[in-house]
């Protein structure tokens, strides 16, 4: 079974850019999470959509945004990127089956902003 | 919200203990465990619910006390693989259960020969 696959790997932006970030999940996972990874804030949630819903969203201003599609793939955008956007994206697939449900996470999108 | 973990890190021998602590203030539904290594990806290692739940994974274990919001992490005769840094993530009791995680800052674990 293919893991979690996020795309690209690296990208570099200069401030007031957009940016939008891919994530497939595991085939068969209905819910996806996004998470910001930095050294000094550690793992920070983003959101969660399934089915094609927001379901849960952490507490980040609005230049963040995602979504869902109908076969399960994510994106996520932010605009107007500012230089404490630099980090690592990680999203993770579940089963979405309610809580309690293993995390599965891809390797990441290492953002950075010139 | 965000759970606290103790210690920030730690430094074993091959074959030596450690445990890992996770506090939250708020009532938890669960608590995840996780770990990542240097450049890679947070590998789930458990699940435990309220109730008090203990689980194992290989030589790892972890319990759950629900009435002090804690769960901890016991990591038994380390060995070099075990390296790298653990997370905890927290399932806050409302609603129901969610998918919304809330990790710790993270304890790192370096394991020497």
């Known amino acids: 079974k293919a893991g979690v696959t996020q795309t690209p790997r690296y990208l570099i932006k200069t401030r007031g850019q957009q940016v939008t970030l891919s994530c497939s999940p595991i085939?068969?996972?209905?819910?996806v999470s996004w998470y910001q990874q930095t050294p000094g804030q550690g793992l920070q949630f983003l959101f969660e959509y399934f089915s094609e819903t927001q379901r849960n969203k952490g507490n980040f201003p609005g230049r963040f945004s995602g979504r869902q599609f109908s076969n399960s793939r994510s994106e996520m955008n932010v605009s107007t990127l500012e230089l404490g956007d630099s980090a690592l994206y990680l999203c993770a697939s579940s089963t979405g089956q309610g809580g309690n449900q293993p995390q599965h996470f891809g390797d990441g999108t290492r953002l950075s902003i010139l | 919200q965000q759970p606290v973990q103790s210690p920030q890190a730690v430094i074993l021998r091959e074959g030596e203990d450690a445990v890992i602590n996770c506090s939250s203030s708020?009532?938890?539904?669960?608590v995840h465990w996780y770990r990542q290594k240097h450049g890679e990806a947070p590998v789930f290692l458990m699940i435990l619910l309220k109730g008090g739940e203990q689980k194992g994974h290989e030589k790892i274990s972890a319990s759950f006390n629900e009435k002090k919001q804690q769960s901890s992490l016991y990591l038994t005769a380390s060995q070099l693989s075990y390296s790298g840094t653990y997370f905890c993530?927290?399932?806050?009791?409302?609603?129901?259960?969610?998918?919304?995680?809330?990790f710790g800052t993270g304890t790192l674990l370096a394991v020497q020969p």
């Open positions: 708020k009532a938890l539904y669960s």
């Open positions: 993530g927290t399932e806050v009791m409302y609603g129901g259960a969610t998918n919304k995680l809330i």
């Open positions: 085939s068969g996972h209905r819910s």
